[in-house]
């Protein structure tokens, strides 16, 4: 990783600007110092890309993209050292008497994919209210449409369960360090049509800003550039805006709840009630595969969430 020369955020989004352009290497501005009276307030997380937009958009289309930011837990393999918030994989750590959940209807077991630590989360800033202690286990069939997600209440008497037979897929244990990042809403996000007035304004004002006349380089380009600089590794995430590869998850969850599609008040107004959990993306270092770079996103409810009422969970597999 390349260490960048500290200046103002303006300099130094002009380095990180132009390194992206130079090579795919990710790179890290260290010292930076943001006044007050710059960033008015603005919360660590959200600097950076303010810093961004601000730059590359008009004011008025920056500042409603800003509003829109979404603080997410990223999820990224442990060091040495680090807290460690979750794992992928390995065995799961059941209540006493819970049987290993299966498939209802052919008692097919599924394969356990995660588990989160609530109580380590609960340190990080996240836009969903997750449990402040407690498990989140997250169960999926091989083939990734069947899931179910237990909570696991903080003191409960646990154990560590073999796989019950052959037919479950064991992938390797990977612990999972946290770290607070920003999100932003994919251009096809229904949260766009209550800031824009439309996706197609959005499209406009946003995706489409073009950058440069002479190159036509446009605003999602360099977004992209953006956003590649700030990864390393799979987009595992707790909350925020999930990186669905088609619809997001709170369309998905919406249209499968009973609502229409873009366009229906009823489709908007629950689309608005829903919120990431997780999302695991395939990881080669866990055994996860699930064809063609597939993802799986875990939404829910807000009301069911505060319930804590797991039953109802919304599972979405999207690939390319």
Request: with cysteine; glycine share 10%.
């Amino acid at each position: 990783m390349r260490d960048l020369p500290a200046g103002t955020p303006a300099e130094s989004h002009k380095l990180v600007r132009n390194f992206h352009r130079e090579g795919p290497q990710r790179a890290r501005v260290t010292g930076l110092s943001y006044p007050g009276s710059m960033m008015g307030g603005m919360k660590d997380w959200m600097i950076d890309f303010a810093e961004f937009a601000r730059e590359e958009l008009p004011e008025d289309s920056a500042e409603r993209l800003i509003g829109l930011l979404r603080p997410a837990i990223r999820l990224s393999a442990a060091e040495d050292g680090e807290s460690v918030a979750g794992r992928l994989g390995g065995l799961p750590k059941l209540p006493d008497g819970m049987a290993w959940p299966s498939l209802p209807d052919e008692g097919r077991p599924m394969s356990f994919v995660a588990e989160l630590d609530c109580g380590v989360l609960a340190r990080y800033e996240v836009d969903v209210a997750l449990p402040v202690a407690g498990t989140l286990l997250f169960f999926a069939t091989t083939d990734a449409r069947q899931h179910q997600v237990i909570y696991v209440p903080r003191g409960t008497a646990v154990a560590e369960r073999p796989a019950p037979d052959d037919r479950v897929e064991v992938y390797a244990e990977l612990p999972l360090a946290a770290a607070t990042e920003p999100t932003w809403p994919p251009r096809n996000h229904p949260a766009l049509v209550d800031v824009f007035g439309s996706l197609d304004e959005a499209e406009d004002l946003v995706w489409h800003h073009v950058l440069d006349e002479d190159t036509g380089e446009i605003f999602e380009q360099q977004l992209r550039l953006f956003e590649d600089g700030g990864r390393d590794g799979p987009p595992h995430q707790v909350g925020g805006y999930s990186d669905g590869l088609h619809s997001p998850i709170e369309a998905v969850a919406a249209h499968a709840a009973g609502t229409g599609w873009y366009g229906d008040p009823a489709f908007q107004e629950e689309a608005c009630q829903w919120v990431t959990l997780l999302q695991v993306a395939e990881d080669t270092r866990a055994g996860m595969i699930w064809g063609d770079g597939a993802w799986l996103i875990w939404g829910i409810r807000k009301d069911h969430l505060a319930a804590r009422d797991f039953s109802k969970v919304h599972l979405s597999v999207q690939g390319h």
